[in-house]
């Protein structure tokens, strides 16, 4: 059974701040990683993905990936108010048109 | 650019009747298409894939079904739903590569 665990939250950071989101994964076999926001009411929206170990930058987003530990994460720099969401994280076994496996999600708020 | 629809946008029907969900996407060809639910208080789980036209993968047994008639066509039906039916239905494509999947507006369906 592939899992994928988050903390629930809600995670509360100060307008400015860095966000850090986590996520780890049972499945070792595991190939690619996914960030995902959703706003209340709303389907999720890709905002990275990343495969191989280390960071992985695109302007305020920070994606790690870490295999041997079996973890992932999102840093989100200047954190701002419309980065209040619930951030998905996935995670793709490689086996080509295989769907992704979520986690329930991390509620971030950004207080202004 | 690519770009998915689903409709309708909300649904609310009663417990016994049937179902019928339609995505669409456009830009794209031979796309691969998901259908995930999210129910409340859960992560979204993938019920159905398809990497071709009548090519259907079910990842989870239950009283719904899908069909592709078209390339860029997916449709998620139910003969009789269930209250447990109830949940944002999502559609997703991918054109492979690293996995990623690209979400539609979804779809909210409440059973009574």
């Known amino acids: 059974q592939k899992e994928v665990e988050q903390n629930s939250g809600p995670l509360s950071v100060p307008e400015g701040a860095i966000a850090s989101l986590n996520c780890t994964y049972s499945?070792?076999?595991?190939?690619?990683f996914f960030w995902y926001r959703q706003y209340s009411g709303k389907s999720p929206e890709l905002i990275m993905f990343i495969y191989s170990n280390g960071d992985k930058e695109d302007g305020r987003f920070t994606a790690q990936l870490n295999k041997a530990s079996q973890y992932v994460s999102l840093l989100i720099r200047d954190s701002q108010p419309s980065d209040s969401a619930t951030y998905l994280c996935?995670?793709?076994?490689?086996?080509?048109?295989?769907?992704?496996?979520f986690g329930k999600g991390t509620h971030l708020i950004i207080q202004p | 650019s690519q770009t998915i629809h689903q409709w309708p946008a909300t649904l609310v029907q009663p417990v016994g009747s049937p179902l019928s969900l339609e995505c669409t996407v456009e830009?794209?060809?031979?796309?691969?298409l998901y259908w995930y639910r999210q129910a409340a208080g859960r992560g979204l789980q993938l019920l159905f894939y398809?990497?071709?036209?009548?090519?259907i993968s079910s990842e989870v047994p239950q009283n719904l079904s899908a069909s592709r008639p078209q390339d860029r066509q997916f449709i998620l039906s139910s003969k009789k739903l269930l209250l447990s039916d109830s949940g944002f239905y999502l559609c997703?494509?991918?054109?492979?590569?690293?996995?990623?999947?690209?979400f539609g507006p979804g779809t909210r369906l409440t059973v009574l």
């Open positions: 997703a494509w991918s054109l492979g590569g690293a996995g990623e999947q690209f």
């Open positions: 830009g794209t060809s031979n796309p691969n």
């Open positions: 398809s990497v071709g036209i009548g090519q």
């Open positions: 996935a995670v793709h076994s490689g086996g080509g048109a295989d769907g992704l496996t």
């Open positions: 499945d070792r076999g595991s190939q690619s």
